[in-house]
């Protein structure tokens, strides 16, 4: 499992910051929350970690003139079920909520306002074309996908899509 370590998933400290009652949600069986509350730390400890370096670098760019002018992403490539439906803790290749909500915060000075959603469904294919759209850069004709640059801008009249592919192999 690529997800075990013999070392701590996160810095002590942000294990220390985690609530005793880690509050599972409604669809995480009883039976399951004890095997998977290991796990659910971990993550929870590690997105902590996460939060607080991404913090750093957004305070870095801020304080060294950058961030007016810098397009910061943050993603990451899959949801996690955490015991929800009932699957074990680090199983995705289901096509559940859990899974296939991938976590993403975006940040450009200018154009996207702090703590607003977007709710526009989008593929990781779609990523690239509405990253150069949002930078005024055109798309490669070979890119596959949709840019979505509108509906992140929360522009009138946004393309956005009623549904989206997924597979896994």
């Not at 796990?39 to 996460?50: E, I, K, P, Q």
């Not at 993603?75 to 079920?81: A, F, I, L, V």
Request: with cysteine.
């Amino acid at each position: 499992q690529p997800h075990v370590t013999p070392f701590a998933s996160a810095p002590e400290e942000c294990y220390d910051r985690l609530p005793d009652d880690l509050g599972f949600p409604a669809n995480v069986p009883r039976d399951v929350r004890e095997r998977s509350a290991s796990a659910y730390r971990d993550y929870l400890a590690m997105t902590l970690a996460v939060d607080d370096m991404l913090g750093d670098l957004m305070r870095y760019l801020d304080e060294s003139g950058l961030a007016e002018n810098t397009l910061l992403i943050f993603t990451s490539d899959h949801g996690t079920q955490m015991g929800a439906q009932g699957r074990p803790a680090w199983d995705k290749k289901l096509p559940y909520e859990e899974s296939l909500r991938v976590p993403m915060m975006a940040r450009l000075p200018g154009a996207f306002e702090g703590g607003h959603v977007r709710d526009a469904l989008m593929s990781p294919v779609d990523l690239f074309p509405t990253l150069c759209g949002l930078c005024d850069v055109s798309v490669p004709r070979t890119v596959e996908g949709i840019d979505l640059s509108d509906a992140w801008l929360d522009s009138e009249g946004a393309a956005e899509q009623d549904a989206v592919f997924t597979m896994n192999f």
